[in-house]
């Protein structure tokens, strides 16, 4: 996914929830206590650091966050009560004053670590190479205090267990080796679920809509490379009896009230994954030699294109079928039998999309590029069907334009069963949303960020 150049605590807050599903079976924790302390130097400079490392499917991105010890102001520690299906929040108890985000240094480089599945090596020269944006950024001095974290998404989650554990491996080395403090667990994959869940709570919080007895909510989605989830908070009972398992439900206690929401994360639908899935690739073994076509690529189109550290031959069909309808058939494929309808999705409000959908968009000509902007399903629908007949005589810039727009249709119509004239809210990420609250909105992510407690581990009934 692309970052904006603003401040994106969020990829930090979700990247705090990164436990694995054996953890979350039997974990009550302080939410602020997965990420390491962010430690306040030993002469009580109110000025101390984090460096935190996204390892996405597409890219690997470093974020330096410089912090301002408040004197005053809100205090407490959210607390997350998690069972096997189940995420809690508790009402915040009191604590200590929260810091205040005064910088961040961002830096990012393609592709992502699942990229060097083979050559785990070059994964470590990678991220040694970006900390070097970490080692200007943050004085000498406070480098030994200053928490080093990374967290990986679907890009490594879609690899065999052993290949994505070498490449933590050597990341860990690297980590190892660096000047910084590197905490237990600094080194793992994130959960794709609690990328939803989490999300969810720091949208609604921005937007308004977390608060005592709130029935109005505004649900989330997000298309990765990897990955796809949809978090909501249903207004009929059904739509939770009829989902079909236990991890797609998930259940925050907060201010006395109790949101159940559903929430799932589709591993391999993500927007580069369901490529080769419509192209047939996915399970194949004749990458090597095979040359993919597809109706959604021009006709004339022929390249190499790379993804998880693979690289497949893919063209259009010279003389053959190509456009909309015969590329929204194989796109399908990638949707029908894997992507679960919510029982009356449209009556849950208000959604916003974020990642890819936002990249498309805007590629699409369909929002503005700096503020985002709302976008109909059916415009999505509109788009491709343009981009997919014009490209036969005017190919776009962006070959897969017109197999990426298709699939984000077929996503959002026969996937999830939004309605043509269902309004998205589209934008790059969550924390570009202007706070409705009081409480400015980095002090909010910040107080589930701050102060790890030391709270032990312990069974949930």
């Not at 095979?290 to 010279?318: I, T």
């Amino acid at each position: 996914m692309k970052l904006a150049a603003s401040p994106l605590l969020l990829m930090v807050l979700l990247a705090a929830a990164g436990q694995n599903q054996a953890q979350l079976g039997r974990s009550l924790l302080d939410l602020s206590s997965i990420l390491p302390a962010l430690s306040r130097p030993a002469n009580s400079s109110r000025i101390f650091h984090a460096v935190m490392f996204d390892a996405g499917s597409t890219g690997t991105r470093i974020h330096v966050y410089t912090f301002i010890q408040g004197d005053s102001g809100k205090r407490g520690r959210p607390v997350f009560e998690v069972s096997s299906a189940y995420a809690c929040l508790t009402v915040p108890r009191v604590s200590e004053p929260l810091p205040v985000l005064d910088n961040e240094m961002f830096h990012s480089v393609k592709p992502g670590l699942s990229a060097y599945a083979d050559a785990p090596e070059v994964a470590g020269h990678t991220v040694r190479m970006l900390l070097k944006v970490a080692k200007k950024t943050v004085p000498h001095v406070d480098w030994k205090r200053t928490p080093l974290v990374l967290r990986a998404t679907a890009g490594l989650r879609l690899l065999p267990a052993e290949r994505a554990q070498a490449l933590l491996d050597q990341i860990q080395l690297v980590f190892d080796e660096s000047p910084f403090f590197v905490p237990d667990d600094g080194v793992s994959i994130m959960n794709g679920t609690d990328e939803g869940i989490l999300a969810w709570v720091s949208l609604n919080f921005l937007t308004g809509h977390l608060k005592a007895q709130s029935k109005k909510t505004v649900g989330i989605l997000d298309l990765g490379g990897g990955s796809t989830q949809i978090t909501f908070l249903p207004t009929v009972r059904k739509t939770i009896e009829d989902a079909p398992a236990a991890d797609f439900v998930a259940r925050l206690d907060f201010l006395n009230t109790t949101f159940e929401l559903y929430s799932h994360s589709y591993l391999g639908s993500g927007i580069m994954a369901a490529r080769l899935s419509t192209l047939g690739a996915l399970t194949t073994d004749e990458s090597e030699w095979r040359v993919f076509q597809s109706s959604c690529l021009p006709g004339k189109f022929r390249d190499e294109w790379s993804f998880g550290g693979l690289v497949y031959r893919v063209s259009g069909e010279p003389g053959g079928p190509a456009g909309y309808k015969p590329c929204y058939q194989e796109v399908l494929k990638a949707v029908k039998g894997i992507i679960h309808q919510p029982y009356q999705l449209e009556s849950s409000g208000v959604f916003y999309a974020f990642s890819y959908y936002y990249d498309r968009a805007v590629d699409a000509g369909l929002i503005d590029g700096l503020t985002g902007g709302t976008v109909q399903v059916r415009d999505f629908r509109k788009r491709a069907k343009e981009v997919c007949s014009d490209m036969i005589k005017n190919p776009p810039a962006s070959p897969f334009l017109c197999m990426d727009l298709t699939y984000i249709t077929c996503l959002l119509k026969d996937g999830f069963g939004f309605k043509e004239s269902a309004a998205l809210q589209v934008r790059l990420r969550p924390t570009a949303i202007k706070c409705r609250h009081g409480l400015d909105k980095k002090q909010f992510l910040l107080s589930v960020l701050y102060h790890r407690t030391g709270q032990t581990l312990a069974s949930s009934s």
